[in-house]
């Protein structure tokens, strides 16, 4: 596919009548666009390979040399499936996808016409709503509800904005950006997102300390995760045995 044909495509998303058919579009020009670097690799296409598998392939990882651009087009990947299967997707939901399935076609039109020369990724890549909108993705299809609302506890829901009293601050007041809580309206695991540029041991502190805070509460500390959208660290503590879990696992793309 050259250069006018990926515009023409690209033009095409953009101006896509609703979110659905802008993440599928942003899949189908995904799908088209990894075929494209197999066959400029010169490497044959495996048989019956999902399009995660050939994402995931060594040709493709060392051709991007990214691994937020790589967790892009598993976005790209995703929500378009979801589209494809008739899956709300929301507005900001298709907007990313547009935006990464862009950034992602620039990627390979600089690797192949500059190669020596260090792309530079787009900035939204490290904003806040785009962290958040990954790892909404990321839990609804580990299987849970994010709720909208802040510090709204529900069995079995992921919760936002959670506030926890103990915090070693002024106010006292702390909120988790996400909580995983159980059947029996507990909570199974936080989940802290921070900036790419933050260091991960300031992660770990802060989720730790909300740990510590729902310890109190409840007589146990949840699964501690922290994360920047595309990697995510977990802290090795351990659930009590009699707590009420789900049948579902926490999946980030790491």
Not at 25 to 39: F, N
Not at 53 to 67: G, H, M, P, Q, T
Not at 195 to 223: A, F, I, N
């Amino acid at each position: 596919m050259n250069k006018e044909q990926v515009q023409a495509k690209l033009s095409q998303i953009h101006s896509a009548a609703n979110a659905g058919d802008k993440a599928r579009l942003s899949r189908a020009l995904l799908s088209e666009l990894v075929a494209g670097i197999y066959l400029q690799r010169k490497v044959k296409l495996p048989k019956k390979a999902t399009l995660l598998e050939l994402i995931d392939n060594s040709v493709i990882v060392d051709f991007i040399n990214d691994a937020d651009v790589i967790q892009a087009m598993h976005y790209v990947r995703i929500l378009g499936m979801n589209a494809e299967h008739e899956v709300h997707i929301r507005k900001a939901e298709a907007q990313l996808a547009v935006e990464n399935i862009t950034a992602i076609a620039e990627l390979i039109g600089h690797r192949e016409s500059t190669p020596d020369i260090p792309y530079k990724k787009p900035p939204y890549m490290s904003e806040a709503n785009t962290r958040k909108l990954y790892i909404d993705l990321y839990l609804r299809e580990a299987g849970w509800e994010v709720l909208d609302a802040d510090n709204v506890i529900q069995p079995s829901k992921a919760g936002i904005e959670i506030e926890v009293e103990g915090m070693p601050n002024a106010t006292g007041l702390g909120y988790c950006d996400y909580v995983l809580y159980g059947r029996d309206g507990k909570p199974l695991a936080i989940v802290e997102a921070k900036r790419t540029s933050v260091s991960p041991e300031k992660g770990r502190h802060q989720v730790d300390l909300y740990g510590e805070c729902m310890k109190k509460r409840y007589g146990y500390k949840p699964v501690l995760y922290y994360t920047n959208g595309y990697t995510t660290f977990r802290l090795l503590n351990v659930l009590p045995r009699n707590t009420v879990r789900i049948k579902r696992k926490i999946i980030f793309f790491t």
